[in-house]
């Protein structure tokens, strides 16, 4: 569990690194603001007292992303490479059986870096910010809270057919988020029947939508449109942004969520790394 010292000092770092780039880095405050106790899943270095790299462990069932920074004035000293080389042997002793190494897409002193790694380009993924545009609210799907054993077996099957998860995966990614997340886990519903999920993370005045996912038989009904929709609604009564994520590659969802209002305004690269064991 990070204390509010360490999370100011990520995120004030993250401010520092950002500036001098000019991009994004994808540290997921959501999930280090929820942290399980004694985890290993962070990373710090400090000079004179003043933090100036950090790696964070991201599990996704059987995946761990790491993303990390050093402060400009502190890089080409190889605090990141003994950052990196801490974050792959916990994911080693947790035996994730993937790690994908996040860079921003416009970060050319990751990219360097990257050329020192034993790794390869795996995939690209876009951040979505929805723009303001007119969206229906059609009551013939509804969203309502997952509470009950039988909607959390849903989205076990969704994790699997959506995501790729095998089964005991998805229950236990499921059961962490749970356990250490504050997230709005949504049931999608039509006919009366469970169609779907979608997870609402609200941090740092924003709203972020994850893990949205219909049903193989259900897709192109509208489901999935008439769903997200709402979801949109409902965060901007709120007054929030809304953004979300998804792989470049993945047309279908990015034609639906251009659809929908949603642009992209930033893109992270994805490397898998090479276990040389």
């Known amino acids: 569990m990070l204390t509010k010292d360490e999370l100011r000092g990520i995120k004030e770092l993250q401010e520092i690194c950002e500036e001098e780039g000019g991009f994004q880095l994808k540290l997921n405050f959501d999930m280090l603001a929820n942290r399980a106790e004694n985890s290993q899943e962070d990373f710090f270095h400090y000079e004179d007292g003043k933090l100036v790299g950090f790696l964070g462990s991201y599990g996704f069932g ?27 042997e916990a ?4 035996n994730f059986e993937t790690v994908l190494l996040n860079a921003p897409s416009q970060s050319v002193s990751a990219k360097g870096f990257l050329t020192t790694v034993p790794c390869t380009y795996s995939f690209a993924e876009y951040q979505m910010k929805w723009q303001e545009t007119s969206l229906n609210e059609d009551p013939s799907v509804t969203l309502r809270p997952s ?13 699997v057919t959506a995501f790729g998860f095998n089964e005991k995966e998805a229950r236990e990614y499921n059961r962490r988020l749970r356990k250490t997340s504050s997230d709005q886990h949504l049931i999608i519903e039509a006919a009366g029947k469970t169609a779907g999920k979608i997870r609402v993370a609200e941090s740092n005045g924003e709203a972020w939508i994850y893990g949205f996912a219909v049903f193989p038989e259900l897709q192109g009904k509208g489901i999935g449109r008439k769903a997200l929709s709402k979801v949109v609604l409902m965060e901007r009564q709120k007054g929030l942004p809304v953004f979300l ?29 090479l276990n040389q064991d």
């Open 62 to 88: 059987n995946k761990a992303e790491l993303c990390g920074m050093v402060h400009p004035d502190y890089r080409r000293k190889g605090i990141f490479s003994r950052l990196l080389g801490m974050g792959l």
């Open 147 to 159: 509470y009950s054993d039988e909607d959390m077996e849903a989205e076990i099957q969704l994790e």
């Open 245 to 273: 994520e998804v792989e470049a590659e993945n047309a279908h969802a990015l034609k639906l969520y251009e659809s929908c209002g949603f642009k992209s305004y930033h893109s992270q690269d994805y490397y898998q790394y």
């Open 91 to 94: 994911a080693k002793i947790q």
